[in-house]
């Protein structure tokens, strides 16, 4: 997933990805991020937005390999 901001008040960004215990942080403009999950389950969780000045936004984003991939994914 390629993560590209837009807008807000000020750069340098701050993404957090919170799919993890610890949530992901990228600073700055473009950032990719790699979407794991377990076998063919739908991959939902909150990404936040923060900019240089402390405005924020957040929103809960969902990936379902059923979509990325041609026929679908089949789990063993």
């Known amino acids: 997933m390629t993560l590209t901001p837009y807008g807000g008040v000020g750069q340098p960004y701050t993404f957090f990805i919170f799919d993890a215990d610890q949530p992901s942080r990228y600073y700055g403009g473009n950032q990719d991020h790699l979407i794991q999950s377990r076998r063919c389950f739908l991959w ?3 990404i936040k937005l923060q900019d240089d ?3 924020s936004i ?3 984003i969902s990936v379902s390999p059923h979509d990325l991939f041609p026929g679908g994914c089949t789990e063993p």
Request: aromatic share 0%; charged share 20%; hydrophobic share 20%.
């Open 58 to 60: 957040s929103k809960n």
């Open 53 to 55: 000045a402390g405005n």
């Open 44 to 46: 939902i969780h909150e």
